[in-house]
């Protein structure tokens, strides 16, 4: 589904950035604080029940007073999952955070890609380099954790790149999150046949590009399939957490794809994903229609020396 072209822009303040939004969306018009009766009216969004139950709350940060959560009223997102060897894993975390082994010496790393159709910030595409790790507030790892995590059900997440393609989600993500993120021409493509995206690099060619047939899709009914990911960052020196919730409305996964194909190019992206050193693809999980509340980060404990002690592995 193409997003609605919108040629007009107006400015908007963030934390005394300038940035360019598109006339008459979302944030143009509420700045946040988006009428969910008026969401419900798109043709495009299933509903808003989700969204009615979580009030949005005012809070004061780098980018200036704003509403969290942010909603994302129709979203598709595909994570391709590969293991990768823990010493490469370490080599790209910080000391505080450890790689979620599912074997000894073997973690797992993700690329992601996202559409958001419908959202607070309006129409952007993103993508991801990420690395699964231990949950913070656990000394050992329970076998639940791990299952969860596997499912995508329950994941705690350090991203290494995290490009996206409009202004205003590059200067709230990176400003007001702390994530890694920069703009740059990103298409991103998903239904019930095909999952395709492509990442452009700073010359214009190929960072990461993914072509695949997207898994079978199962329906939800709203609120039956909700899933959390918790991603760590440091803010001003200071860890953070931040919590995402997908309202899962249709998905599917597929172990092992074997027509799943992953190029990786020159850049930033394939840069990362190359210095993790990945063996082997072992899932992809594909969600065709879904919505995401991420709210804003907070500060967290992350116990120093979080590496695996040797009688841990």
């Known amino acids: 589904m193409p997003p609605i072209q919108q040629q007009d822009t107006v400015e908007v303040d963030l934390g005394g950035r300038a940035v360019a939004v598109p006339k008459g969306g979302l944030y143009d018009r ?50 391709i999952t590969m293991l990768a060897r823990s010493r490469a894993i370490r080599s790209r975390l910080p000391g505080e955070l450890a790689p979620l082994e599912v074997a000894p010496g073997l973690g797992l790393v993700s690329v992601m890609f996202f559409r958001y159709e419908v959202c607070d910030i309006d129409f952007y595409t993103e993508a991801a380099v990420g690395i699964a790790v231990r949950p913070a507030r656990h000394g050992r790892l329970g076998f639940v954790d791990l299952v969860a995590a596997l499912k995508n059900e329950r994941l705690d997440s350090y991203v290494l790149s995290l490009p996206v393609s409009t202004e205003i989600a590059q200067v709230r993500g990176r400003d007001g999150y702390g994530f890694p993120k920069w703009v740059t021409e990103l298409d991103v493509d998903i239904d019930a046949d095909r999952t395709v995206a492509r990442v452009a690099n700073d010359a214009g060619g190929t960072d990461l590009s993914f072509s695949a047939a997207t898994p ?27 919590l995402s919730q997908t309202n899962v409305l249709a998905a599917g996964s597929a172990s092992l794809p074997r027509d799943a194909a992953l190029r990786v190019g020159a850049g930033r992206m394939a840069d990362d994903l190359r210095s993790l050193d990945p063996v082997r693809t072992v899932r992809l999980d594909v969600v065709t229609e879904g919505q995401l509340a991420l709210h804003m980060p907070v500060p967290t404990s992350v116990p120093p020396g979080g590496r695996v002690r040797r009688d841990e592995r």
């Not at 199962?218 to 957490?241: F, K, M, Q």
């Open 216 to 242: 079978a899709q199962t329906a939800y009914p709203s609120g039956r399939r909700v899933s959390t990911l918790n991603a760590y960052t440091t803010i001003n020196g200071a860890w953070h957490s931040t």
């Open 30 to 79: 509420y700045r946040m604080g988006t009428d969910l009766d008026v969401v419900d009216r798109d043709p495009r969004v299933s509903g808003v029940d989700f969204f009615r139950g979580m009030p949005k709350t005012r809070v004061d940060s780098p980018i200036g007073a704003t509403f969290t959560p942010n909603f994302y009223y129709r979203i598709s997102t595909a994570r």
